[in-house]
């Protein structure tokens, strides 16, 4: 890529946050063409390659926001934090992100590193621990027991809002 092009990449970028293809602007990627392929990821065991599951684009959570300091849109996704695009609309935004995303699993997929699992293709048990002060557990318990109810179920009221 010439300097010129490589400067001008840089300045699309917010402050805040990094691209990791190097300066390459979005504009320089191609749109995904993959529907949910297995392809290598990495070595396994005996040299062997280890299968990967890669996800349409589409299936990364986005999201959008507009950047007073950049005056611009910026684009992101939840599963490749590092990663950001910069547009004049919130769909250039995202749709550059697109691109961008698009790239940086054809690099992980050539280096062998494993690809992120969307978020909403990931399993969820409905279960997780919360580490609380022992005076907030004591509290809450309280609460639930004049409530009547499981501590769970009061937490779970509290969290679902």
């Keep these: 890529?010439?300097?010129t092009l490589r400067k001008a990449a840089k300045k699309r970028q917010p402050s805040h946050l990094q691209n990791t293809l190097g300066g390459r602007s979005p504009d320089q990627h191609s749109e995904l063409q993959g529907n949910g392929k297995t392809l290598p990821s990495s070595t396994g065991h005996k040299g062997r390659r280890a299968a990967s599951q890669v996800y349409p684009v589409n299936w990364y959570t986005y999201r959008v926001h507009w950047s007073e300091e950049d005056q611009a849109y910026v684009g992101t996704c939840v599963e490749f934090p590092s990663l950001s695009n910069i547009a004049s609309s919130p769909t250039r935004a995202v749709s550059g992100m697109q691109r961008l995303v698009e790239d940086v699993v054809k690099e992980l997929v050539k280096e062998a590193v494993k690809v992120?699992?969307?978020v909403a293709s990931?399993?969820?048990?409905?279960?997780?621990k919360v580490r609380i002060p022992p005076s907030v557990?004591?509290?809450?318990?309280l609460e639930a027991a004049e409530q009547g109810i499981s501590l769970n179920r009061l937490i779970s009221a509290k969290l679902a809002g």
């Design 122 to 128: 990931r399993g969820y048990s409905g279960a997780f």
């Design 116 to 118: 992120p699992v969307p």
């Design 1 to 3: 890529m010439p300097n």
């Design 137 to 141: 557990h004591q509290r809450l318990s």
